[in-house]
C-alpha cells in the first residue's frame, strides 16, 4: 500500500535524518498483521544502534492513526501494522487503477514455424505471451505484439528444392502435405550432398526474390497463417495476422546490417563467414563464439536476422522496452544478439530488453511430451483433449451451455497450469490435474467466479459499497482484495505471471473460508448489504485476474 510506505519513510526521516525506502512486505502470517518492515533493522545495523531502540523511535514518529492500529514491534525489531477496517473498506470500495505510462513495449513471442503445424513446443510461448500483453497493457504500456514466425531459411531451400525435384505442384499440398515435404527434403539434404548445395543455393534465391522460388515460398506461408490461426482461435489467443513479422520481413534490411556492423569494424572474416566475436563469450573448450551474420555461401543467419528486428523494433517501432518469449535453451544467443546491438549502437542502454525464457513441458515419464510413437505432440489436438476432458466433467449439469464451458474450462485448464508455475521450471502435462475442480487450478478459479455470479444473481439489487468487516474471514479477504493492482504491477515488473496465479488462487481460497464463516443471503439489514457487495469485488477480482491471464471466466458451471 503506497501510503503505508510513504508514512514509514517519513517517520525515518523525521528521527533519523534520512527517508529511507521502508520495504514494505505483507505479512507472513496473520498474527504478523497485515504488513512488516524490517526498516528498524537495517537501520540499526548502518547507525550501530539496537533494532528494537530504533523500532521504537519509529514508531513513535509514525503517523497512521488514521489508517492502521497502533503498530506493534516484534523480534529483533520487526515492525507489524494492522489496516483498520475503515481502511481496507475504503480501499476495497475505491481500487487502485492504472493510467498510460507514456511508453510503448514490444512483445514477441509464439513464433511457430511455416509449412510445421504447431506442437506443444509453442503452448508455453503464446500463452505466457499473451498473459504478459495483457498485464502490460492493463498497467499503462501501449503494447505491440509481434509474431516472429519462422519463415525464411535453409529448411525453405530445401523444401522448395525437393518439391521441384519431385515435380509436385505446390497447390496441391496442405500444411500436413508441407510437413511430410520437409519430412523428405530433410533426409534428402542429410543424405545427398549435391542436393544440399543446391537447397542453399535456392535460399540464396529466395533473399534474392526468384520469382518461381517466391511464389512457391508464398504459398507455404499462407497455407500455414490459415492453420495457425485457428490454433489461435483454439486458444483463444488474441494474435492476429497483423501482428505476425516474420524473418521474411528484414530480409531488404539484412545486407545494411552487415554493412554497418562491418564498417564499426565489429565484424571478422572466419572461413568466408562474416562473424562478430564478441568479448567474454567462449565456447566450452575455450575458443571464442561468434555471431554469425552472413555465412559463407552469401546467404544470412538468423542472427542477422534478429538483430534487424532489434533496430526496427526501436528505431522505427520506437519501443521503450523489448520483450522476448523463447524457451531456455536460446539464452546465450539472446545475450549475444542484444550485447552486439548494443555495441553497433542499435539498442540504447535506457531501453531493455529482456528475455523471457521458459522450461520444458514433460509428459509422464518426466520427459519432453511425446506422442506414443516418439513424435511431437501437434498443439491442436493437445486442446482439443483438454476441452473432451472438461465436457466429461460437465455430465448432469443444468444450466450450462456445454459446449462453450467445455471449451472454456479445457482450454483455462491448459492456460493455468502452464503459468501457475514459475516460467523458469519444466511441467509435466497433466489432464486429470489440470481439470480437476479442487486445489490451485484453473477449472478452481473459474468455478469460484460461477459461484459468485450465481449467488450474486439470488441476491438481487444493484450493488453498494462494504461498509463493516466485523468478521476476521471478511477482513482477510478484504484485504487480499487490496493487493490485486500491486500484484499485476509485480507482473509487469517481473515477467512472471505466476505470482498472479497464486494471488487468485489465496482470494479464491480466502473466498472459501469467507463462505463458511460469514453467511451472506441470510444475513439481514446493512452486514448482508456489506457482504455482497465484498463479494461483487471478488467476483470482479477474479474476473479481471483470469482475463489477464488469457482465461475465460464462465458465469455457470
Same mark, same amino acid.
Given at each position: 500500500m503506497p501510503v503505508l510506505s510513504t508514512r514509514l519513510s517519513a517517520a525515518a526521516e523525521a528521527a533519523f535524518g534520512t527517508p529511507y525506502d521502508p520495504e514494505l512486505r505483507s505479512a507472513t502470517k496473520p498474527e504478523f498483521g497485515h504488513f512488516q518492515s524490517n526498516l528498524a533493522l537495517r537501520i540499526g545495523n548502518a547507525a550501530g544502534l539496537p533494532p528494537r531502540e530504533v523500532?521504537?523511535?519509529?514508531?513513535?514518529?509514525?503517523?497512521?492513526?488514521?489508517?492502521?492500529?497502533?503498530?506493534?514491534?516484534?523480534?529483533?525489531? *520487526?515492525?507489524?501494522?494492522?489496516?483498520?477496517?475503515s481502511t481496507l473498506t475504503n480501499a476495497v470500495n475505491e481500487p487502485e487503477t492504472f493510467g498510460s505510462n507514456g511508453l510503448r513495449v514490444v512483445v514477441d513471442y509464439s513464433q511457430p514455424n511455416v509449412a510445421k503445424q504447431m506442437h506443444v513446443g509453442h503452448l508455453r510461448s503464446t500463452v505466457i505471451g499473451d498473459a504478459l500483453c495483457n498485464v502490460l497493457s492493463y498497467v499503462g504500456y501501449d503494447v505491440i505484439r509481434q509474431n516472429h514466425v519462422g519463415d525464411w531459411g535453409t529448411q525453405y531451400g530445401m523444401m522448395i528444392e525437393q518439391l521441384l525435384a519431385e515435380g509436385t505442384a505446390a497447390q496441391s499440398l496442405d500444411l500436413e502435405g508441407l510437413q511430410r515435404l520437409y519430412?523428405?527434403?530433410?533426409?534428402? *539434404?542429410?543424405?545427398?550432398?549435391? *542436393?544440399?548445395?543446391?537447397?542453399?543455393?535456392?535460399?540464396?534465391?529466395?533473399?534474392?526474390?526468384?520469382?518461381?522460388?517466391?511464389?512457391?515460398?508464398?504459398?507455404?506461408?499462407?497455407?500455414?497463417?490459415?492453420?495457425f490461426e485457428k490454433v489461435y482461435a483454439l486458444l483463444g489467443s488474441k494474435l492476429t495476422r497483423q501482428d505476425v513479422v516474420g524473418e521474411s520481413a528484414y530480409n531488404d534490411d539484412l545486407p545494411r546490417v552487415v554493412a554497418e556492423l562491418d564498417s564499426q569494424g565489429l565484424l571478422t572474416e572466419s572461413d568466408g563467414a562474416m562473424c562478430a566475436f564478441l568479448p567474454g563469450y567462449l565456447g566450452r573448450d575455450g575458443d571464442p563464439l561468434p555471431v554469425i551474420v552472413r555465412k559463407s555461401d552469401g546467404g544470412f543467419g538468423y542472427s542477422a536476422t534478429d538483430l534487424a528486428a532489434v533496430r526496427h523494433r526501436v528505431s522505427t517501432l520506437h519501443a521503450d522496452r523489448i520483450v522476448y518469449v523463447v524457451d531456455h535453451r536460446q539464452a546465450l544467443h539472446f545475450d549475444m544478439i542484444f550485447t552486439l546491438a548494443r555495441t553497433a549502437g542499435w539498442l540504447p542502454a535506457t531501453t531493455p530488453a529482456e528475455h523471457v525464457s521458459f522450461g520444458t513441458v514433460l509428459g509422464p515419464n518426466g520427459k519432453p511430451f511425446k506422442t506414443r510413437e516418439g513424435g511431437t505432440v501437434k498443439l491442436v489436438d493437445l486442446l482439443s483433449s483438454a476441452?473432451?476432458?472438461?465436457?466429461?466433467?460437465?455430465?448432469?449439469?443444468?444450466?450450462?451451455?456445454?459446449?462453450?464451458?467445455?471449451?472454456?474450462?479445457g482450454i483455462g485448464a491448459v492456460k493455468y497450469a502452464d503459468l501457475s508455475s514459475d516460467r523458469g521450471n519444466d511441467y509435466v502435462f497433466d489432464l486429470?490435474?489440470?481439470?480437476?475442480?479442487?486445489?490451485?487450478?484453473?477449472?478452481?478459479?473459474?468455478?469460484?467466479?460461477?459461484?459468485?455470479?450465481?449467488?450474486?444473481?439470488?441476491?438481487?439489487?444493484?450493488?453498494?459499497?462494504?461498509?463493516?468487516?466485523?468478521?476476521?474471514?471478511?477482513?482477510?479477504?478484504?484485504?487480499?482484495?487490496?493487493?490485486?493492482?500491486?500484484?499485476?504491477?509485480?507482473?509487469?515488473?517481473?515477467?512472471?505471471?505466476?505470482?498472479?496465479?497464486?494471488?487468485l488462487y489465496d482470494v479464491a481460497s480466502a473466498l472459501s473460508v469467507f463462505y463458511e464463516q460469514c453467511p451472506v443471503l441470510s444475513s439481514e439489514g446493512a452486514t448482508r448489504a456489506s457482504r455482497v457487495a465484498l463479494c461483487t469485488a471478488t467476483r470482479k477480482v477474479l474476473q479481471d485476474g483470469l482475463g489477464l491471464l488469457g482465461i475465460e471466466a464462465p458465469d455457470a458451471m
Open positions: 523500532a521504537a523511535r519509529l514508531v513513535e514518529a509514525l503517523e497512521i492513526d488514521d489508517l492502521c492500529e497502533r503498530p506493534e514491534i516484534a523480534g529483533p525489531g *520487526f515492525i507489524n501494522l494492522t489496516l483498520l477496517p519430412e523428405r527434403s530433410r533426409k534428402h *539434404f542429410d543424405a545427398d550432398g549435391t *542436393f544440399a548445395d543446391q537447397a542453399r543455393l535456392r535460399v540464396v534465391a529466395l533473399q534474392s526474390g526468384d520469382p518461381e522460388t517466391r511464389a512457391i515460398w508464398r504459398h507455404m506461408v499462407d497455407v500455414s497463417m490459415d492453420d476441452v473432451s476432458r472438461a465436457d466429461a466433467l460437465l455430465d448432469g449439469r443444468d444450466g450450462v451451455d456445454r459446449n462453450a464451458t467445455a471449451k472454456a474450462v486429470d490435474r489440470m481439470v480437476a475442480m479442487t486445489g490451485n487450478t484453473g477449472p478452481y478459479l473459474q468455478y469460484a467466479h460461477a459461484r459468485l455470479t450465481r449467488l450474486l444473481s439470488k441476491a438481487g439489487g444493484a450493488a453498494g459499497e462494504v461498509t463493516e468487516l466485523r468478521d476476521p474471514a471478511e477482513q482477510r479477504l478484504a484485504f487480499l482484495l487490496t493487493g490485486f493492482a500491486a500484484t499485476v504491477q509485480q507482473v509487469a515488473d517481473t515477467l512472471q505471471p505466476h505470482r498472479l496465479c497464486t494471488y
